[in-house]
């Protein structure tokens, strides 16, 4: 007792930590604590007091005279209802009893038994605290009994915080008897009903109106019923203490369940909930209900949702809405994926990774299965490595899920690389002597995993298959991993894994280094014209390579300073050891001079010679204080912890600069080789318009792509001659200034064009890439690459027509406002104009007459590289653009249109200067035949355009098509010339044929 009790502080007088002692022993103590003022209560849980009704006589006779016990604990030790009897007997014998603990729980005392001890509930003069009658075997009416003698005291509503009626039957008779009690304003703050058959529409009725203190609160395995969920969230919407609400096997529905997490997360007054709801069968349409409201709980802190037959689909949905959650500490979705899915468990774990990756507050999580629902183990497996490299979960719970030895081996490595995992539970896998042997070789090398349980269940399996000469192998395996687990408990073994160089951190950068790798690789075979030797490819490359030795110069520097850290600490700890020493002397010299205070205040016979020898003893006869464990205190326990956290901070640097640089590097890259794959394509686009330019040029063009056509402006000088006057150059928009720079080629473009470097189609034209015969890669990755070129011809296609159709509306206003001009520029009030000879429209050919005129007569084919006079003399005259292109020898029509040159007269065109208002316009006279030839011979050094040809063959309607003409009077054609003075003739932009 000297050394037991009082130097742990004990107040409770616990049976169970005797060595089995005898009734004959019991008796003695019970006798003893008669008369104890010492111990305030007793505890004998599990203890076979029921054996021998000796024993049993033995605490109750000690409870009829105690006065200082305020706790009884005989939980599970076989007592009968007749014992309960004495027990209440003993009880209400004692007037002065302090007793407000009584736990009975595990006692088949029925309700006989808590019939009698109503008597005591009802009198007991301090109240009860805390009632536990868990697993009694309570009937209906013992409830009705306890719910009139709980309200019949009145100290009971402000006195009870904690009853556990479980595993009884209350049935709704009890209900309504219990609930008498519970319906008053009362201060139960803890109140578990597990598995008692209640009404629970009647009880949570009653703790809406008298429980308001309500912590928490135990429903699991009674049936939840849609009336229930009302109850339930309006007693959550005004409470403001609830922590704990355990709804498993209560086969709520998920409408209700969805309704109790949206009343606890609109509830602002409630932090930190916890909330189970295992077992209950909700499904994938539960996972659906639920999942809208998981993202906004800002108050639940647990959540245990575990063997509710999620599926993979399920899964998925409620990680996928926990990513944007911010409160959330604990997960456990247990037992909701099987290996038996048609299409695997994939992705339910690739949610979770997305989740642990996403979610920097969720640090506990349980992914346990049972012998009916296990996952798929390879998509197991996924998850384990993706926990390697996680910086956020700290507990981590994979029991029961049958991963075997691969399970165990991927743990080992995982744990390699990982750290942050603090507790670990991974028992009941069918783990053989190879998986531990693989765990072991990575938790050797972990320093972090503080806490783990031995998987008992897996090491007593393979302990009953090994022979006999293997169990010792075996078991000083099974001590080594417990070792390790012991040794990483110690705060220095942290900062120990920390020295040297870090290959771990190193392993973890593999993954973003082999993505460079692959950039690079890709870079070259794309290259077949070694473009990337050039100087802006070349230092974008050289950085690429150079990568992992800046990477792996991070580590060595961190370190590096890691040990200038630990010199800098040593040093300064050790120079405030005598700091720290002379503090401590002083605090002892301030406590002996009050303890000499103390002495003279209540003993006036002592004297200060009396005082001498006293301090004397003190100073010499005390135990000195050693420097030296001071010093080992500070340099290596605390400095160790210093080292530890600043380890910490030092590779969280290091991480966030491997981060930038890789994602700065794979930036590079990536635009380097978009530059490389798009340039091909735009140098075929170049090779085209210069083509195209050069076959405008050639005076023989067959068939040519569509030319943009121009406007001419064909005049007359003073001497009658006609020449042409090309519009003004169009400006650059800002469209055409967007498309200029931008991009590393670009910029390569405007170097080359600085340094005058010429560009024809010849050097534009791409090279061949040779043919690639490397059957290694993967057909996917040619079809993403095939896809993606065919996607970028397509937008640059579009582009093209775009700008095409924006160039085309831009001309047709241009040349619209010119025609504006020319309109306005016209007399204000012209007299009548003499009449001219009408035109006759050129044929399409030859063979097709025009309406109303005469069959062609047989002219001579033009020769060669000259124009059919008909379109050199009407771009002499004004009537199309000066620019024609010209026929190939034997076009069909050209006899023809010879002939219809010589009725087109010659029309004056305007001129852009003023003209005098006094001034009479002039009369065109018909031209003779030296005009005639003096107009060809100009024509002939005109150069034509296509757009030109189909102006004069297609573009003019026939005389008679045409508004305002009369039959059969006057001209040529028996028709009168228009009135209206003729206007030039303006190139028309349709596509020429």
Same mark, same amino acid.
């Given at each position: 007792?000297?050394?037991?009790v009082?130097?742990q502080?004990?107040?409770?007088?616990?049976?169970?930590e005797?060595?089995?002692?005898s009734?004959?022993?019991i008796?003695?103590?019970?006798h003893a604590?008669?008369?104890?003022? =010492?111990?305030?209560g007793?505890?004998?849980p599990?203890?076979?007091l029921?054996?021998?009704?000796?024993?049993?006589?033995?605490?109750?006779?000690?409870?009829?005279t105690?006065?200082?016990?305020?706790s009884?604990?005989?939980?599970n030790?076989g007592?009968?209802p007749?014992?309960?009897v004495?027990?209440a007997?003993?009880?209400l014998?004692?007037?002065?009893?302090?007793?407000?603990?009584?736990n009975l729980s595990?006692?088949?005392?029925?309700?006989?038994?808590?019939?009698?001890?109503?008597?005591f509930?009802?009198? %007991?003069?301090h109240?009860?605290?805390?009632?536990n009658?868990? &697993?009694?075997?309570i009937?209906s009416?013992?409830?009705?009994a306890l719910g009139?003698?709980?309200?019949k005291?009145?100290?009971m509503a402000?006195?009870?915080t =904690?009853?556990n009626?479980?595993?009884n039957k209350i049935?709704?008779?009890?209900?309504?008897?219990?609930?008498?009690?519970? !319906? &008053?304003?009362?201060?139960?703050?803890?109140?578990q009903?597990?598995?008692?058959?209640?009404?629970l529409?009647?009880?949570? @009725?009653?703790? +809406?109106?008298?429980?308001p203190e309500?912590?928490?609160l135990d429903?699991? /395995?009674?049936?939840?019923?849609p009336k229930?969920i009302?109850?339930?969230?309006?007693?959550?919407?005004?409470?403001s203490s609830?922590?704990t609400?355990?709804?498993s096997?209560?086969?709520?529905p998920?409408?209700?369940f969805?309704d109790?997490?949206?009343?606890?997360?609109?509830?602002?007054y409630?932090? &930190?909930?916890?909330?189970k709801?295992?077992?209950?069968?909700? @499904?994938?349409?539960?996972a659906?209900?639920i %999942?809208p409201?998981?993202?906004s709980?800002?108050n639940?802190?647990?959540?245990?949702?575990g063997?509710?037959?999620f599926?993979?689909?399920?899964?998925?949905?409620?990680?996928?809405?926990l990513?944007?959650?911010?409160?959330?500490?604990?997960l456990?979705?247990?037992?909701?994926?099987?290996?038996?899915?048609k299409? #695997?468990?994939?992705?339910?774990f690739?949610?979770?990774?997305?989740l642990i990756?996403?979610n920097?507050t969720?640090?506990?999580?349980s992914?346990?299965g049972?012998?009916t629902m296990q996952p798929?183990?390879?998509d197991?497996?996924?998850?384990? =490595?993706h926990?390697?490299?996680n910086d956020t +979960?700290?507990?981590?719970n994979?029991?029961?899920?049958?991963?075997?030895?691969? #399970?165990?081996i991927?743990l080992g490595?995982a744990l390699?690389?990982n750290?942050?995992l603090?507790t670990?539970?991974?028992d009941?896998?069918?783990?053989?002597?190879q998986?531990?042997v693989?765990f072991?070789v990575?938790l050797?090398?972990n320093?972090t995993l503080?806490?783990?349980n031995?998987?008992?269940?897996?090491?007593s399996?393979?302990?009953?298959?090994?022979?006999?000469n293997?169990?010792?192998k075996?078991?000083?395996?099974?001590?080594d991993i417990?070792e390790?687990?012991?040794r &990483?408990q110690?705060?220095? !073994?942290r900062?120990e894994?920390?020295?040297?160089?870090?290959?771990?951190?190193?392993m973890?950068?593999m993954?973003?280094?082999?993505f460079v790798?692959a950039?690079l690789?890709?870079i070259?075979?794309?290259?077949?014209?070694?473009?990337?030797?050039?100087?802006?490819y /070349?230092?974008?490359?050289d950085?690429a390579?150079k990568t992992?030795?800046?990477i792996?110069?991070?580590?060595?520097?961190?370190?590096?300073?890691q040990?200038?850290?630990?010199?800098?600490l040593?040093?300064?700890?050790?120079g405030?050891?005598q700091?720290?020493?002379?503090?401590?002397y002083?605090t002892?010299?301030?406590?002996?001079?009050k303890?000499m205070e103390?002495?003279e205040?209540?003993f006036?016979?002592?004297d200060a010679e009396?005082?001498?020898?006293?301090?004397t003893?003190?100073d010499? @006869?005390?135990?000195?204080?050693d420097?030296?464990?001071?010093?080992n205190i500070? +340099?290596n326990?605390?400095?160790?912890?210093i080292?530890?956290?600043?380890?910490?901070?030092?590779s969280s640097?290091?991480e966030?600069?491997?981060?930038?640089?890789?994602?700065k590097v794979?930036?590079?890259?990536?635009?380097?080789?978009?530059?490389i794959?798009s340039?091909?394509?735009?140098a075929?686009d170049?090779e085209?318009?210069s083509d195209?330019?050069?076959?405008?040029?050639?005076p023989v063009?067959? +068939?040519s792509?569509?030319a943009?056509?121009?406007?001419?402006?064909?005049?007359?000088?003073?001497?009658?001659s006609?020449h042409e006057?090309?519009?003004?150059e169009?400006?650059?928009t800002?469209?055409d200034?967007?498309?200029?720079g931008?991009?590393?080629?670009?910029?390569?473009?405007?170097m080359?064009? %600085?340094a005058?470097?010429?560009?024809?189609?010849e050097?534009l034209?791409?090279?061949?890439?040779?043919k690639?015969?490397?059957?290694?890669?993967?057909?996917?990755?040619?079809?993403?690459?095939?896809?993606a070129?065919e996607?970028?011809k397509?937008?640059?296609?579009?582009h093209?027509?775009?700008e095409?159709?924006?160039?085309?509306?831009?001309?047709?206003?241009?040349?619209?406002?010119?025609?504006?001009k020319?309109?306005e520029k016209?007399p204000?009030?012209?007299?009548p104009?003499?009449?001219e000879?009408?035109?006759r429209?050129?044929?399409?050919s030859?063979d097709e007459?025009?309406?109303?005129?005469p069959p062609?007569?047989?002219a001579?084919?033009p020769m060669?590289?000259r124009?059919?006079q008909n379109?050199?003399?009407?771009?002499a005259?004004?009537?199309?653009?000066? !620019?024609v292109?010209?026929r190939?020898?034997?076009?069909?029509?050209?006899?023809a249109?010879?002939d219809?040159a010589?009725a087109?007269?010659?029309?004056p065109?305007?001129?852009?200067?003023?003209?005098p208002a006094?001034a009479?316009?002039?009369?065109?006279?018909?031209p003779?035949?030296?005009?005639?030839?003096?107009?060809?011979?100009?024509?002939?050094?005109?150069?034509?355009?296509?757009a030109?040809l189909?102006?004069i063959?297609k573009s003019?309607?026939?005389?008679?098509?045409?508004?305002g003409a009369k039959? #059969?009077?006057?001209?040529a054609?028996?028709?009168?010339p228009?009135?209206?003075?003729p206007?030039?003739?303006?190139a028309?932009t349709?596509?020429?044929?």
């Open positions: 007792m000297e050394h037991l009082e130097v502080k004990l107040d409770k007088f616990n049976i169970n005797f060595e089995t002692p009734p004959s022993d008796r003695a103590m019970m604590l008669k008369y104890n003022n =010492y111990f305030k007793i505890e004998a599990d203890f076979p029921g054996r021998d009704k000796a024993q049993l006589d033995a605490v109750f006779d000690c409870l009829k105690n006065s200082k016990v305020e009884l604990d005989i939980s030790v007592a009968k007749e014992n309960i004495q027990l007997t003993a009880l014998a004692n007037k002065n009893t302090q007793l407000i603990d009584l595990g006692n088949p005392i029925e309700g006989v038994g808590v019939q009698s001890l109503c008597k509930i009802e009198t %007991a003069p109240g009860i605290v805390t009632l009658f868990d &697993n009694c075997r009937d009416k013992g409830f009705q009139a003698a709980l309200k005291n009145v100290k402000g006195s009870l =904690y009853i009626l479980s595993h049935d709704p008779e009890g209900s309504v008897g219990i609930c008498s009690f519970f !319906s &008053n304003p009362n201060g139960i703050r803890h109140l009903i597990k598995e008692t058959s209640a009404n529409e009647t009880i949570c @009725g009653a703790i +809406v109106r008298g429980c309500l912590r928490l429903l699991s /395995c009674n049936k939840i019923t229930v009302p109850h339930l969230t309006k007693w959550i919407g005004s409470s609830l922590e609400l355990n709804l096997g209560t086969a709520i998920p409408e209700g969805r109790i997490l949206q009343a606890i997360a609109s509830n602002v409630l932090k &930190n909930v916890t909330v709801a295992k077992s209950n069968s909700l @499904g994938v349409a539960g659906k209900a %999942a409201v998981l993202s709980m800002k639940i802190e647990a959540l245990d949702i063997d509710n037959d599926t993979e689909d399920g899964v998925a949905l409620i990680a996928n809405a990513c944007e959650n911010d409160t959330l500490r604990f456990g979705l247990d037992a909701n994926m099987s290996a038996k899915s299409k #695997g468990n994939a992705e339910g690739g949610a979770l990774i997305t990756e996403s920097k969720l640090n506990s999580l992914l346990g049972s012998k798929k183990i390879d197991l497996l996924s998850f384990i =490595y926990v390697g490299v +979960v700290t507990e981590l994979l029991a029961c899920n049958g991963m075997g030895n691969k #399970g165990a991927a490595k390699q690389t750290k942050f603090k670990l539970a991974w009941d896998n069918g783990t053989t002597v998986g531990f693989g072991k990575g050797e090398r320093r503080k806490t783990m031995l998987p008992i269940l897996d090491i399996a393979c302990m009953k298959e090994l022979q006999v293997q169990i010792g075996f078991q000083k395996l099974v001590s417990g390790c687990v012991s &990483n110690n705060p220095a !073994s900062f894994a920390s020295k040297g160089f870090q290959m771990g951190a190193l973890l950068n993954g973003q280094q082999s790798d950039q690789l890709k070259k075979r794309n290259d077949p014209a070694k473009k990337c030797e050039r100087d802006p /070349c230092a974008v490359l950085d390579a992992q030795k800046v792996t110069g991070f580590h060595l520097l961190k370190e590096e300073t040990d200038e850290l630990d010199m800098a040593k040093k300064t700890l050790a405030f050891v700091e720290a020493a002379k503090v401590v002083q002892k010299s301030a406590m002996k001079s303890m103390l002495l205040k209540n006036e016979s002592f009396t005082f001498r020898p006293l301090k003893a003190i010499y @006869g005390a135990k000195p204080f420097d030296s464990t001071l010093e500070l +340099v326990a605390a400095g160790t912890e080292l530890n956290k600043a380890s910490e901070f030092y640097t290091v966030v600069a491997t981060d930038y640089v890789y994602e794979m930036d590079s890259l990536d635009d380097l080789f978009e530059d794959t340039e091909k394509p735009e075929e170049e085209e318009e195209s330019a050069t076959s405008a040029a050639s063009s067959a +068939v792509a569509p943009t056509p121009t406007l001419h402006r064909v005049s007359t000088d003073s001497r009658g006609a006057s090309p519009a003004p169009r400006t650059p800002p469209e200034k967007s498309r200029v931008g991009t590393l080629k670009d910029r390569i473009a405007m080359e064009k %600085a005058e470097k010429p560009r024809t189609a050097t034209r791409p090279v061949k890439p040779e690639k015969d490397e059957k290694k890669e993967e057909k996917s990755e040619k079809e993403l690459e095939k896809e070129k996607k970028e397509e937008l640059k296609k579009k093209k027509l775009e095409k159709e924006k160039k085309e509306e831009e001309k047709k206003h241009k040349l619209e406002e010119k025609k504006h020319l309109e016209e204000a009030s012209p007299e104009k003499p009449k000879k009408p035109l429209p050129a044929r399409v030859a007459p025009a309406v109303g005129h062609p007569r047989a001579a084919r060669p590289g124009l059919p379109l050199m003399l009407a771009a005259i004004g009537r199309g653009p000066a !620019s292109p010209r190939a020898p034997g076009t069909p029509g050209d006899a249109a010879v219809d010589a087109i007269p010659a029309a065109s305007p001129s852009p200067s003023p003209k006094a009479a316009p002039r009369v065109p006279k018909p003779t035949k030296s005009d005639k030839d003096s107009v060809l011979a100009q024509a002939h050094t005109a150069e034509p355009t296509g030109a189909q102006h063959t003019r309607p026939r005389m008679s098509q045409r508004p039959k #059969g009077k006057g001209g054609c028996g028709r009168h228009p009135s209206r003075r206007r030039p003739v303006r028309s349709e596509t020429s044929v």
